[in-house]
């Protein structure tokens, strides 16, 4: 069975600073890795989405990397906002089927 | 597009009262997702549609839990009978292709006394 895990499950940051939220699973047999950003009372937003056979995306100041052999996963953030305050989920996609598992989640908090 | 609607925002019921949360996936989709979102179990998937057509019922909790998609554009979630422990944040995501981005809806926020 497929579990993930996020480290930190909390963070704060001042404004301004670069930051890393990394991303474990235990099944390296992936199809794609997501990073989902959800606000406090709303619905997920997808960030970032990494196939098995990819190292890496970037999409504005977010940068995510995947390592599937070593089942780990990282989103880095430049030059932090207060606006990227939020809970970051990552998800993977097994090989076969539609079913992500999804992380614990990362809370980020910048101040300003 | 307007994104994935969820309806109704919150409920609030007793138990043993019938719950029916609806969900329109966004027009085109071909995939439609229900999740659940609590404290203690994160997000996680109870039931997947591909073309109307449940795929994957494995997180359904129980007999109380029934899903149904009679079209391309309309999903019903339904417990019966409601409990306490099914109080969460119930999630309708959909997508156009396998594997691909999925588009989440903001949720129903279900309290059940």
């Known amino acids: 069975k497929q579990e993930v895990t996020q480290i930190p499950a909390a963070l704060s940051v001042p404004e301004g600073e670069n930051l890393v939220l990394n991303c474990s699973f235990t099944?390296?047999?992936?199809?794609?890795l997501q990073w989902f950003r959800q606000d406090p009372g709303k619905g997920l937003t997808s960030l970032l989405l990494i196939q098995s056979s990819q190292r890496e995306q970037t999409s504005g100041r977010l940068n995510a990397s995947l390592d599937k052999s070593s089942g780990r996963s990282t989103l880095y953030i430049a030059a932090s906002q207060p606006g990227d305050s939020a809970t970051y989920l990552c998800a993977v996609r097994p090989g076969s089927g539609d079913k992500l598992t999804f992380g614990t989640g990362t809370r980020l908090a910048v101040r300003p | 597009d307007a994104g994935v609607i969820q309806s109704p925002r919150h409920e609030v019921t007793e138990m043993g009262q019938e719950v029916t949360l609806r969900c329109k996936p966004i027009?085109?989709?071909?995939?439609l997702f229900w999740y659940r979102q609590t404290m203690m179990r994160g997000l996680e998937l109870l039931i997947y549609?591909?073309?109307?057509?449940?795929?994957?019922d494995s997180g359904m909790p129980e007999d109380r839990f029934s899903a149904k998609m009679p079209n391309a554009s309309f999903s019903t979630l339904k417990i019966q009978p409601s409990e306490p422990r099914d109080s969460a944040v119930y999630f309708c995501?959909?997508?156009?292709?396998?594997?691909?981005?999925?588009?989440f809806g903001p949720g129903t926020r279900l309290l059940v006394l």
């Open positions: 995501a959909s997508t156009s292709q396998s594997g691909e981005t999925q588009y």
């Open positions: 099944d390296s047999a992936i199809y794609n």
């Open positions: 027009s085109g989709h071909d995939y």
């Open positions: 549609f591909n073309n109307n057509v449940p795929i994957d």
